[in-house]
């Protein structure tokens, strides 16, 4: 790891680092000792420090497990899981080659129709093992996709050997377990109780997905161990590779430099997305945290506040000439810069222990506990109270927005609503409340889209044009994210971190529905659900909070929020 800082920061952090030392801080972390966060229950949260060790010792089961769905004959694994359940397993199947003989990869992380009937095209599902992931067993989402592809699968096989095609990755007595064996499930691989979600990669949610490809997970632990003894109870903080990156990202955020910007090689793009969950649920609570900033296009230092701290992650013989010069401008502007060059992609087993101990050092900085996400069970109690109307009514609640014409309408809160309106004054059009939007934004600030809807190409084109729009006129760092895959990753920090997000939800009406088996909503109402409760809660948080309906046709929705976005920040 090669560290540039500007004099100020590097004096923070040395200061940082001597506490580290006279504290003994390595090893309270080591001991589990919770006093080193804020006391209270995060000794319980800290089995992934243990887990390399014990995955290595039980590697041949591991792998076996990998070989018989490609010998039962198995062409495509699917994995429906959400949050630390898919984040990993997706950067695998997206940074390695699927091995000679064994099925591909699939993940499905949403509740939007059109995302499920697109995976399901790409499967065979005669074919097809079905991984359910899922840590408490109760989360909706992998819950009602069950329940979906099993209905499915029931029509192309045997009445009986349906469970045959599924697998559960669970935590012991977990709702899912139950479910697995009445179901007759082929096989349960367990989780750790005390290893929650987003510390999970190098557990079974991670190892099995990764077996079932045939990637070498041994190779991928034994890198991960060799990270883990260079960050030992005994190693010294400033030789510590995990307490030296987490004590920059913490120092960094107290100082203002709290939008952490994940720039890698073209071959570890997907990496971005496991550290987007990683940071910002673990950190981003009590109006703190690192707000992780991934797949914003690298731009020249002008277009920059100073409210960054670049990580720079690069993979051997995947070189970027204009990356490095991009990175290399940003140093000389005494911008702070982290490189971490990777030999191996293999060495992604490495590095995610190593941003694992980092994140709960971070969390210490910042004095936090870095292991529970508050806010991401208010938008689940949202999202079930909405549900439940459903369930009763046959509808959602209805709903008033603030503006409506040619298929598009605007949503916001009465508070937000009543400053708009004063902003936009006699201009209450889709441009003047975007305008009014847009002006709110400071100096610290960032950008969020979140868009409840199908994750593609063609729709995530305008998107990116419209986030680095506002990056190179605001000046402000932005995040572009789909739900509802991100309510289990960076909607913690959104909800329950810094109040310096300006926002704009992206809903649509679903031009083909699919039903939940066995339930009386459809997927589509899940997600709409899902959107009006997220935003409720932003507003309850009292966050800068826009929302854009697109109605049925969603790509010339998107050009036109897109067209109007250029003429508002023009």
Known sequence: MNVHLPDTLETAVQTSLASWITDRKVEKLWAKDPSLWTGTDEGSW????????????????????????????????L???????????????RTFSTKAGAPKLHILDSTDPGQIAAVEASLDLAHTKVIVASKSG???????????????????????????????????????????ERDQFDVIFHGVPSIGGRYSALSNFGMIPAAGMGMDIRKLLTYAKNMMERCG??????????????????????????????????????????????????TGKEGKGTIPIDREQCGPPNVYGNDRLFVYITLAGDKDTQLDTAINQLQAAEHPIVRIALDDRYQLGSEMFRWEMATAVAGAVLGINAFNQPDVEASKLATRALTTEYEKTGSLPPETPVFEDAGIKVF?????????????????????????HLSTTKAGDYFGLLAYIQMNETHHKPLDTIRHLIRDTKKVATCLEYGPRFLHSTGQLYKGGPNSGVFVQVTCDDANDLKVPDQTYTFGTVKAAQARGDFQVLSERGRRALRVHLGKDVPAGLATLKRTFEEALN
């Open 46 to 77: 800290l089995g992934w420090l243990d887990i390399v060790t014990d995955q290595l010792e039980h590697i041949d089961t591991l792998e076996q497990a990998g070989h018989a769905i490609a010998q039962a004959g198995f062409t495509h694994i």
């Open 412 to 436: 916001t809160d009465a508070r937000n609503a009543k400053a708009l309106g004063e902003i936009a004054g006699n201009d209450k059009t889709l441009l003047g409340y975007l305008k009014a």
């Open 138 to 180: 109760s989360t909706l989402e992998p819950n009602i996709l069950k329940q979906y592809f099993f209905d499915r699968i029931k029509h192309v096989v045997k009445p009986n050997n349906v469970g045959t095609h599924f697998i559960a990755v669970t935590d012991p007595g977990s709702n899912m377990q139950a479910v697995a």
């Open 233 to 282: 109870p005994t190693i010294a903080p400033k030789y510590n590779p995990a307490v030296m990156l987490g004590t920059i990202i913490g120092v960094c955020a107290n100082a203002g430099r709290d939008k952490l910007t994940i720039v890698t090689s073209p071959a570890l793009s997907a990496f971005g997305g496991w550290l987007e969950q990683l940071l910002a649920e673990s």
């Open 79 to 93: 994995l429906l899981g959400m949050g630390g359940s898919s984040l990993c397993p997706e950067v695998f199947t």
